[in-house]
């Protein structure tokens, strides 16, 4: 079983991840280059809202740019925010726009939902989608592995640097930043959030179990290359969680979710949690199966999410500072 460490480990923890994930690239500067406004408009349960887009790229590390998104709605007052996570679902062609049309397995309108509850949204392309599907997943990881770096550490690196983006906006409340993701998109959720405390609280959808009950169910092969980071094992799941303590986290897995048991997500937050406890360290987090739902969205969960998700970020004092 893997050893999780206590609060004082917390840090050295994070360094270890940043090690298994090939480390941060060189730093750069953002370099941000936006497109000009646009409005949208769209219709939630009957009610037309409007939002302001906004097309943009940004540098991640030298060399590497980012496309990516923002929806926010009308208005200067600083607010909440939340930074989109798109999935894999096997789609490598649509990335960022997933926030506004869905994918399959993913239905539109969080994002919209999101603007309506007063979040700005901002979705930025993970390599290989999107504007970047011509970077081949299999091919990069392969690279990546024999260079002593990973794809998913740049693939994290990357929306690293999309928040620094979205913090830095003037209507934007960097105390009140949230993440939402579905599969891809919540592993890179709770990996975001433990790897940086300026992720107030966030929203998992599917894609959360132990690596040690993958195993033990034989359905890692299930996951995309990307998943995979050299030695996670050896950390696991669960100290990846604890990470995130005390903010709230959110997880919505289905209960018939073949890629990531049930028995699994159980595994990882439980354990998780007895290790927040036995370090005196409050938890938020909250675990929610769903009864005949697999790896996929639905109305209720997308429901739920921005629902739950715009609430906690409302309840944050504005200005207050992350808490880790």
Known sequence: ???????????????????????RPSPCNLDVRWSAEQEGSGEIDG????????????????GVRVPALLLRPPGEKAGPAVLYLHSHSGDH???REEALLGKRKVLPGIGPRLVAAGCSVLAADFRCFGDRAAEDERESARRHLLAGTTLWGRMLWDQLRALDLLAAQPFVDPARIGCFGFSMGSTAGWWLAALDPRIAAGVGLCCLSSYRVMAEQGVLH????YYFVPRAATVGVPAILSLIAPRPFLFLNGDRDEASPAAGARDAVDRAVLACGE?????????????????????????RSAGWLAGELATLRAGSPPRS
């Open 47 to 62: 009610a037309r809202i409007t939002w302001r887009r906004r097309d943009l790229t940004f540098a991640a590390e030298p």
């Open 1 to 23: 079983m893997e050893r999780i460490p206590g609060i004082k480990g917390r840090t050295e923890l994070v360094e270890r991840l940043w090690q298994l994930l090939g480390g």
């Open 222 to 225: 299930r996951h995309g290359i």
């Open 279 to 303: 370090e005196g360290l409050e938890h938020r987090f909250q675990l929610e199966l769903l009864d005949g739902v697999g790896h996929e969205t639905s109305e209720a969960m997308i429901r």
């Open 93 to 95: 062609g649509r990335g």
